[in-house]
């Protein structure tokens, strides 16, 4: 192994990956039964942290940063004057292996520039899988990019050795994608997308039937947008969000604070804020989506098309609904108890399993940990002591925001620092 | 019934010796503490109890019918914390659990219920971070070695993971702090005691020791984990959150090569 200049690569092609936000390992059943190398049938685990607090679970690369395309946020684009370099298969395979061995990795997330045709760079990412898989005897997880454009067949093989795959739609509407990427049609995303979500659910009845079924990229698909490139509204990206979650029954949908790369006038400018505070809330709202109950439609809609960055989503459409409001935190049953801005989902089991063996009071809720500051003016338990005051929504917001610190008080508008 | 204290080897299997005898000879139980250490009670009797694994298992076998398998291996873990007193808390807990007619291990709102559940907790987090941050250098002998100084006694139940993970090499992960390691030489793992040199380091380490490739592994994966951060969204706070400061020891990438 030349050293050297595996180091130069690795520099120029990792660099050119990590605008990818996924780097989840989890959710995958791969056992380690062939007694080889790697187990991913349990929890992701992150093996380091970047200084911008992100967490380190796969090696992250590009094939290539060669690419024929050129939209306009991309790094890579092909009219951007930037070091090109490529990986051969083989260094990308013992550099997975050698860092796996040191307990550095997962395992590893490849994706590419678009070099000569779609299909061919599909071809090479999966010819990285194979080899890991088949000779090198790997359990660890693997998750290949799906080129947009790249055939059915392709994908249907990628599939097999792969246990996440994922196209990144980038923009969240279509006109967006027309200004920033005029060379890519949003049916050449779809595409790949819809055929490993078939595939998918085919290879799921046929194990059902035949128990030895190869697995077909067990964990599931994903999708990354990015936020505040193009003028979008929250309700747009989580929108869209909802639709891929539904129609392609995507794992995760990423939010990806768009970071200023070039002086392109279609976009923010060089230096401009990332925004990472809207980024926190559009998760809060996905979450809000997939493990709360919630349809999208009450979070957002055409009245409500921004979400409140002061507060949290929750709160902010708890707020908007006060006449559901109090709750008794004794009776009420799990799915109203999931609405309580200020009790988070292990708290809600907690609650569930332990009002079973006794009536719960502030101080039992206090120390199970939910967040009384918020939820105290949403709730009754077993307690004289009511915080329920006939309060308007706004000032009742007022009342919570004076009693809580909220870590991106500095990013919040400036105006509210005169109060 | 005149206050008593136990004194047992510090085991798991001893600790549930004692328990069994606090049961069986109707003991008031004041203090249990692992031999070699000073007990707080001053006019209490000692007892001394020896480790008899048919008496723990009968232990295990009560606790089992009467809590979850997750509250068993919340039982085990808090006592993996080593915390001072954490022997008369886990006391208490089976009390607890003994005297229910119902399964009482999810009672969150019982105080010693949600002070075990809490320390496994901390204990399970070691357990994982163990699992994260462990880093291997390959050896001259081909074995590939970590080692580490965890705040709880994660190590015999960090072996599971290893074990089916790194199915087809030969590992070592020592245990500095309380000086014992795991081994596995591709078939089995076991304990073993041994001394180490000075210089063979968490990591870099001297190079004598170690595959000539092994040094060019470690700075590869520094390389790696310059590139990837992203300078405009530097957030330390939520950083030194994610890996402590005292575990910046084991992160080669974080250490300075030169």
């Given at each position: 192994?030349?050293?050297?200049?595996?180091?130069?690569?690795?520099?120029?092609?990792?660099?050119?990956?990590?605008?990818?936000?996924?780097?989840?390992?989890?959710?995958?059943?791969?056992?380690?039964?062939?007694?080889?190398?790697?187990?991913?049938?349990?929890?992701?685990?992150?093996?380091?942290?970047?200084?911008?607090?992100?967490?380190?679970?796969?090696?992250?690369?590009?094939?290539?940063?060669?690419?024929?395309?050129?939209?306009?946020?991309?790094?890579?684009?092909?009219?951007?004057?930037?070091?090109r370099a490529a990986f051969k298969v083989q260094e990308v395979v013992d550099l997975t292996i050698s860092f796996y061995r040191r307990n550095y990795i997962e395992g590893l997330f490849l994706s590419s520039g678009i070099f000569k045709s779609p299909d061919h760079t599909m071809e090479r990412l999966i010819s990285v899988a194979k080899k890991l898989r088949l000779e090198e005897n790997f359990n660890g997880y693997i998750h290949l990019k799906s080129i947009p454009g790249a055939s059915d067949e392709l994908m249907r093989e990628a599939g097999l050795y792969a246990d996440r795959l994922s196209v990144n739609i980038e923009i969240p509407t279509k006109s967006g994608l027309k200004l920033l990427a005029p060379d890519k049609k949003h049916e050449d995303f779809m595409?790949?997308?819809?055929?490993?979500?078939?595939?998918?659910?085919?290879?799921?009845?046929?194990?059902?039937?035949?128990?030895?079924?190869?697995?077909?990229?067990?964990?599931?698909?994903?999708?990354?947008?990015?936020?505040?490139?193009?003028?979008?509204?929250?309700?747009?990206?989580?929108?869209?969000?909802?639709?891929?979650?539904?129609?392609?029954?995507?794992?995760?949908?990423?939010?990806?604070?768009?970071?200023?790369?070039?002086?392109?006038?279609?976009?923010?400018?060089?230096?401009?804020?990332?925004?990472?505070?809207?980024?926190?809330?559009?998760?809060?709202?996905?979450?809000?989506?997939?493990?709360?109950?919630?349809?999208?439609?009450?979070?957002?809609?055409?009245?409500?098309?921004?979400?409140?960055?002061?507060?949290?989503?929750?709160?902010?459409?708890?707020?908007?609904?006060?006449?559901?409001?109090?709750?008794?935190?004794?009776?009420?049953?799990?799915?109203?108890?999931?609405?309580?801005?200020?009790?988070?989902?292990?708290?809600?089991?907690?609650?569930?399993?332990?009002?079973?063996?006794?009536?719960?009071?502030?101080?039992?809720?206090?120390?199970?940990?939910?967040?009384?500051?918020?939820?105290?003016?949403?709730?009754?338990?077993?307690?004289?002591?009511?915080e329920l005051k006939d309060l308007s929504s706004e000032s009742l917001k007022q009342i919570i925001l004076k009693n809580s610190h909220s870590k991106y008080i500095k990013d919040l508008s400036p105006q509210l620092s005169l109060f | 019934?005149?206050?008593?204290?136990?004194?047992?080897?510090?085991?798991?299997?001893?600790?549930?010796?004692?328990?069994?005898?606090?049961?069986?000879?109707?003991?008031?139980?004041?203090?249990?503490?692992?031999?070699?250490?000073?007990?707080?009670?001053?006019?209490?009797?000692?007892?001394?109890?020896?480790?008899?694994?048919?008496?723990?298992?009968?232990?295990?076998?009560?606790?089992?019918?009467?809590?979850?398998?997750?509250?068993?291996?919340?039982?085990?873990?808090?006592?993996?914390?080593?915390?001072?007193?954490?022997?008369?808390?886990?006391?208490?807990?089976?009390?607890?659990?003994?005297?229910?007619?119902?399964?009482?291990?999810?009672?969150?709102?019982?105080?010693?219920?949600?002070?075990?559940?809490?320390?496994?907790?901390q204990v399970g987090r070691e357990k994982h971070r163990m699992e994260a941050f462990v880093r291997f250098r390959l050896t001259k002998d081909d074995i590939y070695f970590a080692i580490i100084e965890p705040d709880f006694n994660v190590l015999p139940i960090i072996i599971k993971h290893f074990k089916s993970r790194y199915a087809d090499q030969k590992w070592l992960i020592y245990d500095i702090k309380r000086k014992y390691g795991a081994y596995y030489d591709l078939n089995k793992t076991e304990f073993v005691s041994m001394e180490l040199p000075e210089d063979i380091g968490i990591s870099g380490g001297n190079l004598e020791y170690f595959d000539p490739g092994e040094i060019y592994f470690q700075k590869l994966w520094k390389e790696y984990f310059d590139s990837t951060n992203i300078k405009s969204r530097v957030n330390m706070r939520l950083h030194v959150q994610h890996v402590p400061k005292r575990y910046w020891k084991y992160l080669s990438e974080k250490s300075v090569f030169t």
């Open positions: 192994m030349d050293f050297d200049r595996i180091k130069e690569k690795l520099n120029i092609l990792a660099d050119a990956a990590k605008y990818d936000v996924s780097c989840s390992s989890s959710g995958s059943k791969r056992k380690n039964t062939n007694k080889g190398l790697g187990d991913s049938s349990g929890m992701g685990i992150c093996h380091s942290y970047t200084q911008d607090g992100r967490c380190v679970s796969l090696l992250k690369i590009l094939l290539t940063n060669h690419c024929i395309f050129d939209c306009a946020y991309c790094v890579t684009r092909k009219s951007n004057d930037i070091k595409k790949p997308m819809k055929k490993v979500k078939d595939e998918i659910i085919q290879y799921k009845e046929e194990s059902r039937l035949i128990k030895s079924t190869p697995k077909y990229a067990p964990a599931g698909q994903s999708t990354q947008m990015i936020v505040g490139a193009t003028g979008e509204s929250d309700r747009d990206i989580m929108y869209s969000s909802a639709f891929f979650y539904k129609k392609y029954n995507m794992k995760r949908v990423y939010y990806s604070g768009y970071v200023p790369i070039s002086n392109d006038p279609r976009l923010p400018a060089i230096g401009s804020q990332v925004p990472m505070l809207r980024e926190n809330r559009l998760y809060q709202t996905d979450w809000l989506m997939r493990f709360y109950g919630f349809d999208i439609r009450e979070l957002l809609n055409d009245d409500f098309l921004h979400l409140d960055m002061e507060i949290d989503p929750k709160l902010s459409w708890a707020l908007r609904n006060r006449h559901l409001f109090p709750l008794d935190i004794n009776r009420v049953e799990k799915q109203l108890l999931l609405r309580v801005p200020g009790i988070g989902l292990k708290s809600v089991n907690k609650i569930i399993q332990s009002r079973k063996y006794r009536k719960l009071n502030w101080e039992h809720l206090q120390k199970i940990g939910i967040a009384t500051n918020k939820a105290k003016y949403f709730i009754t338990c077993d307690s004289r002591e009511k | 019934m005149p206050d008593t204290v136990l004194k047992y080897d510090g085991s798991f299997m001893g600790f549930l010796t004692c328990i069994f005898m606090a049961y069986e000879q109707k003991l008031n139980i004041v203090e249990i503490v692992p031999a070699g250490e000073d007990q707080n009670q001053l006019f209490a009797e000692t007892l001394e109890a020896i480790t008899d694994e048919q008496k723990a298992l009968r232990v295990i076998k009560g606790l089992k019918a009467k809590v979850s398998r997750n509250g068993m291996l919340r039982l085990k873990w808090a006592f993996l914390s080593e915390a001072p007193g954490i022997e008369m808390k886990l006391y208490d807990m089976c009390k607890y659990i003994f005297s229910s007619k119902q399964k009482v291990d999810t009672d969150y709102s019982h105080p010693s219920v949600l002070y075990i559940t809490n320390i496994a907790k």
